[in-house]
Structures are given as structure tokens and as C-alpha cells.
């Protein structure tokens, strides 16, 4: 059984590569075109391992762009437009197909089934994400969309199996276009083994006694193109941590600090606030770095936050699976209802977040308490080696066989 993991945003397809290759299974990734550039550089695959020479081998680069500019012919961007004979070219390769993305609509277009999908965006990709949310006027841009968008619903609707791990926004698409999924997470986090490196940031964070990491993009500032609720849905709140930070800060007095990066629309507002409270001395500024950095980063502080989003059962990011598979105490809102007996496995052990007014209490406790530390630290660790290592990818593997066997 040959499986082809096409595409790699959030790394999520490079991290399941390596999982499946230490099972055995037979993997691919191709990448598409467009991965790990642009806007989505941080998600270069050299970003994700210090042994790139190790899985090299393992992975090639499509002539297909995860665009609409791979399914519409434009004269002025022909090189991108997919010719069947190319994609039939791959499509024979490989036994099973994992996607996510254009995918559906690219398989679709040349009359094949993808195999397995899953949404990486909250909605679906090019049917109900907020950034391709179609107006009602008939200028081109919103008919190519609307063309693209019906050729993803089909394309959809014929994949053999859809994974979407979140009861929220994209649940209610999918119902909505009355198509059933499977309830696993994505494993985009694989751990390598510690690359002993040190840079000048760690001894600096080393100078505080308590250091507590945000790397989630910036986005908390209410956006002029999107109405009330779509904006309080796709909110991560970064704002909840800033002032629950200096509130921490008031209390205990302490030599703290808070790292934040440079990352997402809102930073330079969140700067702001950092000014406008006086903390900014207390605050590590950073640049996008590549995940490999910012996990060595995680193990150098005592605490990590997630993100804060306010809708109910919506799975965590990138960001907090990152933090917890240091094993290092994570705060995230987590409002999951009946997640043990949707997933057939254990939450994971974040300290959950309600309404902002917590993050001090929290911070607090965590800062006071060395041994309450420690425990959510370790629960953390065995979490992620247990539930997410190894449970999480045994269910994939059945999925995958599953294709294969039909």
C-alpha cells in the first residue's frame, strides 16, 4: 500500500509522514506548488526538523497550486492550470490519497475520489471560511469563486472518508451539505528528539524566574469586513492574555515575563496595549520563527498559552498540542462537550480558560504553586506520548486501511 499525503499546511501532512513512516506504512508528501511560501513560509517543512536529510526522500513537490488557479484556466496564469494527463500521472502512483485544502475539487474535476479529507480552517476551505465568503454581486472574482466552491461541495461529497475533529463551524458545514465525518484530530505536532542547541534568547529568558510563551497569531481586533459574530467566532482574544499579565504582574511583583511574537494581523495593536499598560519591559518581542526554535523556546519557560476562542466545541491549534508535547502547563479555552465520548479518549489536561478575568488567577496559582506546576507539566507530557503518539495514530492507520481495502 503506497499512501500520498498531499499538501502540507500547518506541517500537518509532514508531521503524519513521519508518524506512519515509524509504523511502517508505506508515505509520500507531496507538496503542493505553493507550500511553505509567501504568507505560509513559516510552514516550510526545514522549519519542522533538524534532520531534513533524514526524510528528504520521503517527499517531493507537485506542479499543483492549492488555489483556484489549479482548477480555472487564465490566460495570464496558464503554468498554474492542472492538465489531466499530469495529475492521472500521480494519481496512478499511489493507493491512497490524504488532503486537504483544494483537494476535493481538484480530484473531482478529473472524475477520481480523494480518499481521505480533512479541513484544515474552520468552515471548509473554499466553501465557508471567512476568507472566501462570496458576496452577491456578479463581478468574475465571486462567479470563478462560486464555480470553485460548487466543484469542493461535489468533491466533497464523493471522498471516502472526511476527518473533522471540531462540532463547531465546520460541523455545521458539513451537516449543512449532509456529509458525515469522523471524529479524529489532526496529529500536526511530531516530536523529534531534543536538538541540544542554546542562542542568546534562552539565556535571557533564563534571567526571569517566571516565563510564560504565546506564539499564536495576533488576532483580537474586530475586522471591518466581517460582521459582529463572525468576528467574535474567529477572535483567538490574545488581549485576555495581555491584561491577565499585568494584573499577574501587580500581584506578585515578580521578575516575569511574557513572549509574544510578531505574528498575525494584530501584533503592532497588541503592542500597543503592551505600552498603553506599562508592561513593555516585562515583554520578549519576537520574530516568526520556525517551530523547531519554538519548541526549544517552550522547554526554556514555565508556562504556555494556546489561544482563546469563545465558541463551544472547537478543538485546539497548532499552538497549544505544541506546548503540551514539551510538557509544559498550557492555558486554553476548552469547551468540549462529551470529549471523551466522541474521541474515546481522555482531554487533554489544559488549565482552562473561561473569560479573561481567569488568566490571573491561574497565572498566579501556577507562579505560587512549584509542585502544582510540575503535575500539569508531566500530565502534559504523558498525554502527548500516550493519547496523541500513539492511540491517535493507531486510528489513523485504521482509516488508511480502510481506503485501501474498499
Same mark, same amino acid.
Given at each position: ?26 508515505a509520500t508528501l507531496l507538496l503542493w ?112 469563486y462560486k464555480k470553485v466552491k460548487k ?32 471524529? =479524529?484530530? !489532526? ?9 541540544? #542547541?542554546? &542562542? %542568546?534568547?534562552? +539565556? @535571557? *529568558?533564563? $534571567? ?112 497549544? =498540542?505544541? !506546548? ?9 479555552? #476548552?469547551? &468540549? %462537550?462529551?470529549? +471523551? @465520548? *466522541?474521541? $474515546? ?25 512549584k509542585n502544582f506546576r510540575k503535575k ?31
Amino acid at each position: 500500500m503506497k499512501v500520498a499525503l498531499l499538501g502540507n499546511m500547518n506541517n500537518g501532512n509532514f508531521s503524519l509522514l513521519r508518524y506512519l513512516l515509524e509504523r511502517n506504512i508505506d508515505a509520500t508528501l507531496l507538496l503542493w506548488k505553493n507550500d511553505g511560501q509567501h504568507s505560509h513560509s513559516h510552514f516550510n517543512i526545514s522549519n519542522d526538523t533538524w534532520n531534513l536529510r533524514k526524510w528528504s526522500k520521503y517527499i517531493k513537490r507537485t506542479n499543483i497550486n492549492n488555489s483556484i488557479s489549479a482548477l480555472i484556466y487564465n490566460p495570464l496564469k496558464h503554468k498554474n492550470y492542472v492538465k489531466q494527463e499530469y495529475f492521472k500521472k500521480i494519481y496512478d502512483k499511489y493507493d491512497v490519497f490524504i488532503s486537504s485544502g483544494i483537494a476535493p475539487a481538484l480530484f473531482c474535476k478529473f472524475n477520481e475520489k480523494l480518499d481521505i479529507f480533512y479541513p484544515y480552517a474552520m468552515g471548509v476551505e473554499w466553501i465557508d471560511t471567512y476568507e472566501e465568503k462570496i458576496e452577491n454581486n456578479l463581478n468574475i472574482k465571486n462567479i470563478i469563486y462560486k464555480k470553485v466552491k460548487k466543484l469542493q461541495i461535489k468533491g466533497l461529497k464523493s471522498c471516502k472518508k472526511i476527518i473533522n475533529p471540531e462540532l463547531g463551524k465546520t460541523e455545521q458545514t458539513l451537516k449543512r451539505l449532509k456529509i458525515k465525518s469522523h471524529k =479524529i484530530y !489532526v496529529p500536526i505536532v511530531y516530536k523529534e528528539k531534543k536538538k541540544n #542547541f542554546s &542562542f %542568546n534568547l534562552i +539565556k @535571557k *529568558i533564563k $534571567k526571569y524566574d517566571f516565563s510564560i510563551i504565546s506564539h499564536a497569531r495576533h488576532l483580537w481586533k474586530p475586522s471591518k469586513v466581517l460582521n459582529r459574530k463572525d468576528n467574535i467566532f474567529n477572535s483567538k482574544n490574545n488581549d485576555w492574555l495581555i491584561y491577565g499579565f499585568k494584573e499577574f504582574l501587580n500581584e506578585t511583583e515578580s521578575n516575569s515575563c511574557l513572549i509574544l511574537f510578531e505574528y498575525g494581523p494584530d501584533y503592532k495593536e497588541s503592542k500597543k496595549l503592551c505600552k498603553k499598560l506599562d508592561i513593555q519591559k516585562n515583554v520578549i518581542w519576537l520574530p516568526v520563527l520556525p517551530r523547531k526554535k519554538i519548541l526549544k523556546i517552550i522547554q526554556n519557560c514555565k508556562v504556555g498559552v494556546g489561544e482563546f476562542y469563545l465558541q463551544k466545541n472547537t478543538i485546539w491549534g497548532g499552538t497549544a =498540542i505544541e !506546548v503540551l508535547s514539551q510538557g509544559i502547563p498550557t492555558l486554553q479555552t #476548552f469547551r &468540549f %462537550n462529551n470529549f +471523551k @465520548k *466522541i474521541f $474515546k479518549k481522555k482531554p487533554p489536561p489544559f488549565i482552562k480558560i473561561n473569560n479573561k478575568f481567569e488568566i490571573k488567577q491561574q497565572l498566579v496559582k501556577l507562579y505560587n504553586n512549584k509542585n502544582f506546576r510540575k503535575k500539569i507539566g508531566y500530565n502534559s507530557k504523558k498525554w502527548f506520548e500516550k493519547e496523541y503518539e500513539i492511540s491517535l495514530i493507531d486510528d489513523w492507520i485504521k482509516i488508511i486501511n480502510k481506503c485501501f481495502n474498499k
